[in-house]
């Protein structure tokens, strides 16, 4: 059974910085688009930030406007896990955030087929 589970959140102040987890079991997910996403109350869902192998070992990654310079997104050695780096925290960074695994890299939520349950990160001013 594939399964992605997330964990680092927590709360913190603005300014602070997270580290989010990302372990994937199940099948091998290193050719895979590894991404995290997240939700806000009373929003949709949105695309944070990915990462895609492209060769050997060269990964292409991105990131939405509002997180480039403060967020990083990566993966161990042995592709089981995804990170993502949280600097700089903004109260608007609040949100549930979501791992998520799909065969193609994408900014939006059908480009995924798994993902995980969701941990919360709370910024307070």
């Not at 955030?97 to 939520?109: E, I, L, N, S, V």
């Amino acid at each position: 059974q594939i399964q992605l589970v997330e964990s680092g959140g927590g709360l913190v102040q603005a300014g602070g910085s997270l580290r989010l987890s990302c372990a994937a079991s199940g099948r091998t997910f290193t050719s895979y688009a590894m991404a995290w996403f997240r939700q806000a109350p009373g929003k949709q869902r949105q695309f944070v930030a990915a990462t895609t192998w492209i060769r050997a070992n060269t990964y292409y990654a991105d990131y939405t406007d509002s997180v480039r310079g403060r967020f990083t997104i990566s993966r161990d050695i042995a592709k089981t896990t995804v990170y993502l780096q949280m600097n700089n925290l903004k109260p608007e960074d609040t949100a549930v955030y979501y791992c998520a695994a799909g065969p193609m890299f994408g900014y939006f939520d059908p480009s995924y087929q798994y993902w995980g349950q969701g941990t919360q990160v709370t910024v307070s001013s």
